[in-house]
């Protein structure tokens, strides 16, 4: 599997706004799936919060780390897989949830720049990145 293109790499995903794709993502899969705010009840999870915004760039750090070196995806991912697993008890289909959620919010975001190719390698490294943190699940 090849990385995203440069013009999609995860690193461009993250900003100050809860706006960005990197708040955006997680908005929209609460307010899709709201089966997954079980987890962040504590948090505020509303349109533009902190929260949201702080959590996604976690995310999207996690995803542009992952995408250095997609061959060592479980080895880059093994603490995220272990916390999620094991201490917050993370649902394993947030996981592919998020992903669904973060494919749309970047189509919406790169409007044009979302070619074939690049939902392609989009969706291609997501569905891995999903499939890593679920692997702990097993």
Known sequence: MNAPPEAVSPAGWVSGSSQH??????????????????????????????????????????????????????????????????????????FKLLSYCLLVTLACYMGEGFTPEAHAAIDKFLSAFSAVLAEKYR
């Open 21 to 94: 794709p990197s708040g955006l993502s997680s908005f929209r899969m609460f307010a899709s799936y709201p089966g997954t705010k079980t987890y962040f009840s504590h948090l505020d999870i509303g349109p533009g919060s902190a929260h949201l915004s702080s959590h996604g760039k976690k995310i999207v750090l996690a995803i542009a780390e992952g995408a250095k070196d997609i061959s060592q995806l479980t080895v880059t991912l093994a603490p995220l897989q272990t916390l999620h697993a094991y201490q917050l008890r993370i649902d394993p289909t947030n």
